[in-house]
């Protein structure tokens, strides 16, 4: 039988296992008095089409997993019952649960006072909002709203872990806490407000303890190897890429260990180790390409595949004197990186123009870098973004400090600064 393609991306869109899928519909039918019987056997029939239409209180936990009907998640009644594609009205549903439980009190409240117990769905429900954090930090880079908004999906994580219905749900409630403050850090350290990045951090790594989160815990020391770097701790910044290596996850998934080790080697060469920046390139490039594009894994490392570590490749290059294959690195980058990952091209761009730079391509050099401006499309630059602008600027100057293409370009840059 074919496959139900709808319920596959859907589940993909989440991130969610069959095992994951059966927790969380187990978790629905249970609160609303249904014994919990789906397993990842069920889950199977309903993915490879074996089960064309489940049970009508399956349905209605599914519904409430994914937001939207059966028939949008791929599923088909008999055609015998195919009498309306009209979608069910509310009220009838509440007199299905009415007539199936008894009471309609079942369905719209707890029988008795005690809190509403929190499970798989609604985890999932949480995590979703970290997805639409990630896309505006593609598009905009951190910014202080965004920061906001992390700090209190984390609150709203944290809450609820007294209501959990297992200690399985409270870890998955630390990580989810753990992964937004880990979102907010970033979007601290995007915005080069340091001090706050690293409460952020710190309380990031306890939160991933707590949830025994291997990813979370990865993301949140590459987050130290950027912020020492930007504090130019480079001893520090070559140990924390050490410390994302020795995380779990990267014995699992060679994306995770490809990240860690191309962070490392930015460290090493910023540190001018150039022999150990040019191996932990081999080894991310080694590792890169191990990977399983199919493998579900987080929003927040969506950023990361072939395209960036060639960027990252052109940091390496350039800071360890080889401006040719930086400017080469950089050209390949921006060729291949995803246009939603604006922030991310403008960067590119930003480290293009310093490779030319450092060939005393001056002209090129000018130009390139006037198109960051254009590429943020009047949108106030992230800190980072900023402070990579005015290391190009100081370069330039120190360079060819009486060229009128330097002076044309100083003077937009300081026109832009003051708009952002």
């Not at 296992?17 to 008095?33: P, Y």
Request: charged share 25%; net charge neutral.
């Amino acid at each position: 039988m074919e496959g139900n393609a709808s319920l596959i991306n859907a589940m993909a869109d989440l991130g969610l296992k069959q095992a994951e899928l059966a927790e969380a519909v187990n978790d629905f039918l249970r609160a609303h008095g249904y014994d919990g019987t789906v397993s990842d056997r069920t889950v199977r029939n309903w993915l490879t089409g074996k089960t064309r239409w489940p049970h009508p209180n399956q349905r209605a936990a599914l519904g409430a997993v994914f937001g939207c009907t059966a028939e949008e998640l791929g599923f088909s009644p008999p055609s015998a019952r195919r009498v309306s594609t009209e979608p069910e009205p509310p009220v009838r549903r509440r007199n299905f649960f009415s007539a199936t439980t008894g009471t309609a009190i079942a369905v719209v409240a707890p029988v008795d006072s005690r809190p509403a117990r929190v499970g798989t769905s609604d985890v999932i429900r949480l995590r979703s909002g970290l997805d639409a954090l990630m896309a505006l930090d593609d598009n905009k880079g951190g910014h202080e709203s965004l920061e906001r908004s992390a700090l209190a999906g984390a609150d709203d994580a944290l809450d609820k872990i007294q209501q959990a219905s297992s200690q399985r749900i409270r870890q998955r409630l630390f990580s989810v806490a753990a992964d937004y403050t880990a979102t907010a850090a970033w979007s601290a350290l995007d915005a080069r407000q340091l001090d706050r990045t690293q409460r952020h951090l710190d309380r990031a790594l306890y939160l991933s303890g707590m949830a025994k989160d291997p990813v979370v815990e990865l993301r949140v020391w590459n987050s130290y190897a950027m912020l020492a770097y930007q504090r130019g701790q480079h001893v520090q910044a070559v140990d924390a890429g050490y410390a994302a290596q020795a995380t779990a996850i990267t014995r699992r998934d060679p994306l995770f260990a490809s990240l860690a080790h191309a962070r490392t080697a930015i460290g090493h060469a910023t540190f001018g180790n150039r022999t150990a920046a040019l191996r932990s390139l081999g080894y991310a490039e080694e590792a890169l390409g191990k990977v399983s594009p199919d493998e579900p894994r987080p929003s927040w490392v969506a950023f990361y595949g072939g395209a960036e570590l060639t960027a990252m490749t052109a940091i390496v290059r350039d800071r360890i004197g080889d401006s040719t294959q930086a400017e080469a690195a950089s050209h390949r980058a921006l060729a291949s990186i995803p246009k939603q990952f604006r922030r991310n091209r403008a960067l590119a761009t930003t480290r293009l123009a310093l490779a030319q730079l450092h060939q005393r391509d001056i002209d090129h050099a000018c130009a390139t870098a006037s198109t960051v401006f254009d590429l943020m499309n009047g949108d106030p630059l992230p800190g980072r973004m900023r402070t990579l602008l005015g290391d190009f600027h100081r370069d330039l100057i120190t360079l060819a400090p009486d060229a009128g293409v330097a002076q044309e370009w100083g003077d937009r840059f300081r026109v832009e600064w003051s708009r952002s």
